[in-house]
């Protein structure tokens, strides 16, 4: 027996020729279209996102086109204030200015992605902005209403929207309390005690810092230019007798004395803000539907309701007139600014909870004058594949056919679009389209490995 049969396998008298022949050597320059490009060609957005097509940019000499973020961009709201007004900056890309609350969870994705802090100007942002602007020269007919609510289905953009107002509010002097993250206060902040100030409530200490904190961050060179107004208010306590400017009271979350009452002068800032006539104010919260969801804290084995919280009770404006209404009714109307908030769904209830949370939450959208926030149009695909195909995340110039290809796909869902183009191994289709009766079209494609 052939003692190479191990190997080999018994083989018949051909097979055996030709293992004894010599192979033909491989010309190395077959691979040399496989070689890799200099390391500091590739951004980390492409390093991150090695899935793409290799023939896409391995390619030996390979170059990109050259495309100016100026080119895209409608400038800064703090350098364009104008432009973000106007419907003909729909579609186009602006740099988010720092904000010193931080960022939804969900914008912290697109950041890290594109490396960059772009967003596209959306329709109901720039209608929002537009009644801002009115607002603050004093036509009040073309102002908001004292509550606007930002709907929309998930991932549709309520977050980046909000954002974009902020942003345009703060660039133009505009006092701005921002809560990004609403969520948080009813499942992260640390621990809840009872009030020993506020009998049959919760306080939580740790958050109330972190938000005296946000607002003197992102707030603290227009508080001290306004002086407090409510020292004798009743529910002051006290507390604000050696504090002169707004400043110095959301500074008092670097108060280290064993007796500083953290909640109540973040309920006496509250309180301040209606009272703010020296610049126009913006109130801004996301997921605002959170504050009328039960909360994450458990006292002698039953969930804490909302409306126990100390903070969260304060900010929940609504209050009910009958079994199936609610008014918009603070217990300190803004004097001079209004609020607005976006509505989140990335939670989801228990079944024992959604009855009540629907009804009440039916109520408060009734109430509210409502911003509706669509998934993005085939024109928004498109000058979304621009922006980022100039960020390197795509290495294709969009095509018209190509925007309506990802519209097709996606639904123009903006987080899809992000990661189909990040990753090309989820842009393979291989169900046929449509695939269906008109209306009952599935849009099916493979997962990435």
Request: proline fraction near 7%; glycine fraction near 6%; include cysteine.
């Amino acid at each position: 027996m052939d003692p190479m049969d191990d190997v080999f396998g018994t083989e018949d008298f051909k097979m055996g020729e030709m293992r004894r022949e010599q192979p033909t050597p491989i010309d190395p320059s077959t691979f040399q279209e496989l070689n890799f490009p200099d390391a500091n060609r590739l951004s980390l957005s492409e390093k991150k996102y090695q899935t793409l097509d290799p023939h896409d940019y391995l390619l030996t000499g390979a170059v990109f086109d050259s495309v100016h973020k100026q080119q895209l961009t409608i400038g800064s709201a703090e350098q364009k204030p104008h432009l973000h007004s106007d419907v003909n900056s729909v579609g186009q890309f602006f740099p988010l200015g720092e904000l010193g609350e931080g960022l939804a969870k969900s914008l912290e994705k697109e950041v890290e992605a594109t490396e960059d802090r772009f967003l596209m100007a959306r329709k109901p942002a720039v209608q929002i902005i537009s009644s801002l602007q009115a607002f603050a020269d004093g036509d009040l007919e073309k102002g908001p209403d004292p509550f606007t609510l930002i709907t929309g289905r998930r991932h549709a953009g309520k977050s980046a929207t909000l954002s974009h107002i902020v942003d345009y509010a703060k660039s133009n002097n505009w006092v701005t309390l921002f809560m990004p993250r609403m969520h948080d206060l009813l499942h992260k902040t640390g621990y809840m005690e009872p009030s020993l100030r506020r009998p049959g409530f919760f306080d939580q200490v740790d958050a109330a810092k972190a938000l005296l904190q946000q607002i003197e961050r992102g707030n603290g060179h227009l508080l001290h230019a306004i002086p407090v107004k409510t020292k004798d208010h009743e529910e002051a306590n006290g507390r604000l007798d050696n504090i002169s400017t707004l400043g110095e009271l959301a500074a008092q979350y670097n108060n280290t004395e064993a007796t500083t009452d953290y909640v109540g002068l973040l309920l006496d800032l509250l309180r301040e803000f209606a009272y703010i006539t020296e610049f126009p104010v913006l109130v801004a919260f996301d997921d605002y539907n959170h504050l009328y969801q039960p909360t994450g804290y458990y006292l002698d084995l039953e969930r804490v309701q909302p409306e126990k919280l100390t903070i969260v009770n304060a900010l929940r404006y609504f209050e009910p007139v009958s079994d199936k209404l609610r008014r918009f009714a603070p217990a300190y109307p803004l004097q001079n600014g209004v609020v607005i908030a976006a509505e989140g769904h990335h939670r989801v209830l228990p079944n024992k909870y959604k009855p009540a949370y629907n009804q009440v939450w039916k109520q408060v959208r009734g109430a509210a004058t409502r911003v509706h926030v669509p998934y993005y149009s085939v024109d928004e695909v498109e000058s979304c594949l621009r922006h980022y195909y100039s960020q390197r995340l795509s290495f294709q110039p969009p095509t018209p056919m190509s925007a309506k290809t990802m519209h097709l796909l996606t639904n123009g869902l903006p987080s899809e679009i992000l990661m189909r183009t990040a990753n090309r191994s989820h842009y393979h289709v291989h169900v046929h389209l449509p695939g269906g009766q008109p209306g009952q079209r599935r849009n099916q494609w493979s997962q990435g490995r």
